[in-house]
């Protein structure tokens, strides 16, 4: 079949017009001539025989008149063996590979080793029937098992015709060959292609998320938690600690894979993550964190396109781990940089403006992609999922411009950080009061909280985010009116506020023992300080508060810095029960 050519017919930055000479279809890939070179772009709209590009380089030099030839295909990532520990442009071409310390326009780059060999095992046999996404074999990826799937695109039911057996083979191999049920064969290899924007729907059923996904961070786990399978987001002004709490979230987050998508970011914060996470050690398995890892990292001085083709390739590799029957953690950073491309584009296609010239669709975009996470049920019984959680950078911590609200009403989880909790050294600094958790209010999270955590554990955590509302209010009552115009009670359920914020919502990245907090250390801790917060003491002045407070903080402090249990974390907790004691009303 003869592919469609054209003619470009204007330029206006990287929108490019093509008058073309045959069928095409919405966002198809094609590539413009420019003498030696061949600049891929995508059909994002077409008007009569003019066809409306978005090119995935820069355009300049090129010419109206230049030859345009299209690909009959969307814009697709490769999928198989070899996508971890891997560093990805927006388009999956491999950075490493990459000529030079600049990108060159027009190269680009084969994503997975051809001649490497991995070692397969057969999961199926001859005369199995089967369908898309179910399992036929599996290699070793790095340590974890990576399956070879029959191809998302294949519809209907198929029969294993033949299989190889257990060996070494290249990712080109046949590895199986498929009958279908008029007795065509298909050849089957462990690549496959899948287009980034098209949702991989190949499972069962994707039912409502009820499983916790453990972070270590106590502010998420403990005060909004998000679920396996989940949604989130994290707006917060420059210097707020998002990079931090990324680098927490993919080191101790119960996932099987973490993909990192840097999304318009500054060069020098992407360098950090290329730097820092090969050495970041896994807590999981001993080994480094990159072994798990993929990062796809279009940086705010590469093509505006293919920023915004980045989050989509992130999630369709996503969506293919969790077709293996894995958890996968997709982190992005930041989506405002996604939605600034889509808004370039929009205002280059002259399209009506929304609120602040976004896309007037820009709700329904951001909606559509958050709605790819989810845990799901695959054909063989077993679940999958993608949790989703993105950074938003609104300018000038602004949480009422349109990518946040747009994001707020999609999002099941948010984490606003705070600029005063970052300047008080309050870290991580989620405002707890700001932020919610959807989650809470889910019957099936709430069954399997009563279940695997106590009874009573949703109550808690609502205790003391009331207590933590009260604090704030007393803290502006105090300020205005002075220490001795208020009540003594105010001072006391003050600081009560300030022991849940000291030992439960802030935490020390950076130490090996509180760095990561197990749910079980989180339920005792808890219990322990609502224990404080319910007790009555005996206080003459105002002054005597403040001093026995910080004394009762300060070995909780140091409880968190002992391993969980241990004599030293004993002894402490009995050295905080003596200090309650002291005062604490019979």
């Not at 045959?22 to 030696?36: A, H, K």
């Not at 090119?55 to 996508?83: C, I, N, Y």
């Not at 695997?452 to 808690?460: E, M």
């Not at 407070?549 to 968190?560: D, P």
Request: with cysteine; glycine share 8%.
């Amino acid at each position: 079949m003869n592919k469609t050519q054209g003619k470009v017919h204007s330029i206006i930055s990287n929108l490019v017009l093509v008058r073309t000479e045959g069928p095409v279809s919405q966002n198809e890939i094609c590539f413009i001539r420019l003498g030696d070179e061949r600049l891929m772009a995508e059909v994002i709209k077409v008007v009569g025989d003019i066809a409306y590009v978005q090119v995935f380089e820069s355009t300049r030099g090129l010419k109206p008149g230049s030859l345009v030839e299209f690909e009959d295909h969307m814009l697709e990532v490769t999928l198989g063996p070899g996508l971890l520990s891997k560093n990805f442009d927006g388009l999956q071409n491999d950075l490493d590979k990459m000529t030079g310390v600049f990108l060159k326009r027009g190269e680009y780059t084969n994503p997975l080793e051809a001649d490497k060999k991995w070692s397969f095992t057969p999961l199926a046999k001859v005369g199995d029937k089967v369908k898309a996404a179910d399992w036929l074999g599996n290699v070793k990826e790095n340590w974890l098992d990576h399956k070879i799937m029959v191809p998302f695109k294949l519809k209907g039911e198929f029969t294993v015709a033949s299989i190889v057996g257990a060996g070494e083979y290249t990712i080109m191999d046949t590895i199986a060959v498929l009958k279908d049920e008029a007795g065509k064969e298909v050849p089957v290899s462990m690549i496959q292609k899948w287009p980034v924007k098209v949702a991989i729907r190949n499972y069962v059923d994707k039912p409502r998320p009820s499983r916790q996904m453990e972070t270590g961070v106590r502010v998420i786990d403990t005060m909004n938690p998000i679920l396996e399978g989940g949604t989130g987001f994290i707006p917060g002004p420059f210097g707020t600690g998002k990079t931090v709490l990324q680098h927490a979230l993919s080191r101790f987050a119960d996932a099987d894979i973490i993909i990192m998508a840097a999304c318009g970011e500054r060069a020098n914060e992407v360098v950090e993550i290329f730097t820092e996470f090969p050495e970041l050690e896994d807590p999981r398995s001993g080994r480094k964190l990159y072994e798990r890892t993929t990062i796809i990292a279009n940086t705010s001085n590469m093509p505006v396109a293919a920023r915004e083709a980045s989050v989509y390739t992130a999630m369709t590799i996503g969506e293919y781990y969790r077709s293996m029957g894995m958890k996968v953690l997709l982190l992005a950073d930041s989506t405002s940089r996604w939605a600034q491309a889509l808004r370039e584009m929009s205002n280059r296609m002259e399209e009506l403006p929304g609120q602040d010239a976004f896309p007037m669709d820009l709700s329904a975009i951001i909606s559509n992609f958050y709605a790819r996470a989810g845990m799901v049920y695959l054909n063989n019984g077993k679940t999958g999922s993608v949790t989703f959680i993105g950074t938003v950078s609104p300018a000038g911590g602004n949480l009422k411009e349109p990518v946040t609200e747009s994001t707020k009403k999609v999002a099941r989880c948010f984490y606003a950080l705070s600029q005063a909790r970052a300047d008080a050294k309050r870290y991580p600094a989620i405002d707890t009061l700001e932020s919610y958790s959807k989650y809470l209010e889910y019957p099936e999270f709430v069954e399997f909280a009563k279940k695997n955590i106590s009874d009573t554990w949703i109550d808690g955590v609502n205790e003391a985010r009331n207590i933590l509302v009260r604090g704030r209010e007393t803290a502006e009552q105090i300020d205005i009116l002075g220490d001795d115009g208020v009540p003594l009670e105010y001072h006391v359920v003050y600081w009560k506020s300030e022991l849940i914020d000291f030992v439960i919502l802030q935490q020390d990245a950076f130490d090996n023992i509180d760095g990561s907090t197990s749910m079980e250390r989180q339920k005792y801790m808890l219990e322990m300080v609502l224990g404080v917060v319910r007790s009555e003491f005996n206080f003459d002045t105002f002054e005597e508060v403040n001093p026995y407070f910080k004394r009762i903080i300060n070995g909780f402090k140091q409880m968190n810095y002992s391993e969980f249990q241990s004599d030293a974390f004993k002894k402490y907790e009995a050295e905080v029960k003596e200090i309650i004691d002291e005062r604490k009303k019979k």
